[in-house]
Each structure stands twice: as C-alpha cells, then as structure tokens.
C-alpha cells in the first residue's frame, strides 16, 4: 500500500512537472513595476494559461543595454516601456522587428516609429515633484529656471540619471531646447551644472528616490507625473506635483518586439493584449497612465486626466535620440559632482 502511494505520488510530481515545461515561456523586459507587470502577467496568463510570462523589471537604459548585448542571442521578445528616444535609437541599431498593431490606424505619426517597429502606448508628462508636507503649489520650484536658484541648494533627490530613461530625456531636453533658442549646447549645459550643485542625492533606483523625498530635507524632484500620483494615491507618500510654467517635457512611452525573438507569435498576443483599449482603460484607471491612443473617449478615462493642463515644449526628438548618449556621457565626466 505505501509502495503504491508513493509510486502516485511520484506520477503527480511527473505530471505537474511535466505540465509545467509544457508551458511556452514569454520573457518581457519592462521599467513599468512589479504592480502593473504582476497584474498583466495574471491576466495574461488566464486568458492563455499555455504561456508562461517571465517578466524583467529594469531601468529604460539598462533595457537598451541589455537588448544590445543579446543581439546575437536574444532573450526577450518584448519589450514594454521605455521613451521613444530609446525605441528611436534600438530601430537604428536593428535591435526591433517590425510589427503593425491592429489599432496602428488609431495613433498619430510623431507617436509611433517611421518603420513601424514600436508604437507609443502612453504620453507621459515629467513633472516638478514635492513633497506636500514641506512644500506647496505655491512656494514650491514653478519652473525649470527655479531649480538652479541658490534657495534650492541641497534640497533635491534625483533618480541616478545614468540608468534612468526619464532623467537622461529630461537632461537632453534641456540642452535640445538650447540648441533650439540660442544655437548651441551652452545654456543647458549651465542649467545641468546648476541642477546638479543643488541635487544632494542620486537615487539608484525609484524606491529610493521616493524615500527621501518622503523626508523633509530633500524635498524635490523631477520625475513622471504617472507615478507621482501612483505613489500618493496608492501608498500614501505626501507628493504633490507641478507642471514647469515655460512648458513639461511629454514622453512617449513605447512598446516593440525584440529582433529576433524565439516567440514572436505568442509576443504578438501579448502586444495586442496590454495594448488593447480595455486594458489601456485599465492602465489609466489603476496605474495612472494616460493612453497614447486616439480612440479612446475622454469621458471613459479618469477625472485626473481630463484635468491634467500643461503646456507640451516643442523638442526635436530626433536630435535628442541621436545625441542623448553622447551628451548623457559628458555629464557624468564633466558636470557631474562638480560643484
């Protein structure tokens, strides 16, 4: 009789082992957060319950970086947010295979790639953030000029710019819209030398940066409106949030497929899946996104984004994804921790 149960118990360790390989693995790479990629990776999955979803959470310019090493030998077949800079740049590197969504008709042109290889999901404005115990809408930073004011001195945090998509759009979009009013680098690069005399902190990650801006002695960032909200709203930080007067910097923020993926099909069902309008509905709703989508009707989305009111800079991304690089190496070996 024992013999017998653990021979039966032996076939049920088989199968379920056996069940489990049988499952077609899906790697995602994604800076979007263990909340919203554990909630898509258990709706995903439950729809088509024959695919495992392997997600990797990492910052946008780690993605990059590691897509570019895996070229030869990928590893993810999608790749779910980042700012379209960085999409610009992995289309001219070949790192992204061309696929046309079926909601493609529903986008404008400057949200999505010239080749087709990545579409924008959503429209992400950066922010002036505070933390609302120490500082209000009033006597908070309004502008990005504010920032580099003497008063600021010692009371910013930053997410480490080097490994962050947001902070490296955020730096070239300042030296970009230098280029643009004055015709050369010069005054973004004063601007960046200002802001880092004032940054006491860089965070290695987001958690991080969230926890001293929870304190009182750095009480400033620059950062995603989407997440600022999140964090408030969700758990309970004391942010509050501004748009710089002159004009924010809107990200779009991306989806594509990974050049040369060992599962294109299932990463297509994936795509359409966390792109389709009932989960960008969702995505507004639980995690403060504003969809890149034009078909989507105001009045279905969240009061917060009808009430958001900010003036878009005008930027040439082109020259902003070709040069980011570049310009992001020179902070780190001439401006930054040069006070």
Not at 230 to 254: A, H, M, N, W
Not at 307 to 334: F, Q, R
Request: glycine letters at 6%; proline letters at 5%.
């Amino acid at each position: 009789m024992k013999k017998s149960l653990i021979v039966l118990f032996l076939c049920f360790i088989i199968i379920g082992g056996c069940s489990k390989s049988n499952k077609r693995k899906l790697v995602v790479y994604s800076p979007h957060g263990k909340e919203m990629l554990g909630e898509f990776e258990k709706q995903f999955e439950a729809k088509y319950p024959e695919i495992d979803v392997q997600w990797l959470d990492m910052g946008s310019q780690e993605i990059i970086d590691r897509v570019r090493t895996e070229k030869d030998n990928p590893q993810a077949d999608v790749w779910w947010g980042s700012p379209a800079t960085l999409f610009m740049k992995a289309d001219k590197a070949g790192l992204l295979e061309k696929y046309t969504p079926s909601w493609s008709a529903n986008i404008t042109a400057n949200h999505k790639g010239k080749n087709d290889t990545w579409y924008g999901t959503f429209l992400t404005p950066e922010v002036i953030s505070f933390n609302n115990k120490a500082l209000n809408n009033t006597n908070a930073p309004q502008d990005w000029a504010d920032l580099v004011q003497p008063e600021w001195k010692d009371k910013i945090v930053l997410r480490a710019p080097m490994a962050s998509g947001t902070l490296r759009v955020i730096f070239s979009a300042m030296i970009a819209m230098s280029v643009k009013a004055n015709g050369n680098e010069e005054q973004g690069w004063q601007w960046l030398k200002g802001l880092d005399a004032n940054t006491k902190t860089y965070a290695a990650d987001p958690t991080q940066m969230y926890l001293k801006l929870n304190g009182p002695d750095e009480p400033v960032t620059l950062w995603n409106m989407p997440d600022i909200i999140l964090q408030e709203k969700s758990y309970g930080y004391p942010f509050g949030f501004l748009f710089p007067k002159s004009g924010t910097v809107v990200l779009t923020d991306g989806i594509a497929l990974v050049k040369g993926g060992k599962n294109s099909e299932d990463a297509k069902k994936f795509y359409e899946f966390v792109t389709s309008a009932d989960a960008m509905k969702l995505q507004a709703e639980k995690f403060y996104r504003i969809p890149a989508r034009t078909d989507i009707p105001k009045d279905a989305l969240p009061d917060w984004i009808k009430k958001a009111d900010y003036k878009e800079l005008e930027l040439d991304w082109d020259l902003i994804s070709e040069k980011e690089s570049d310009w992001m190496k020179k902070w780190d070996a001439e401006v930054k921790g040069k006070k």
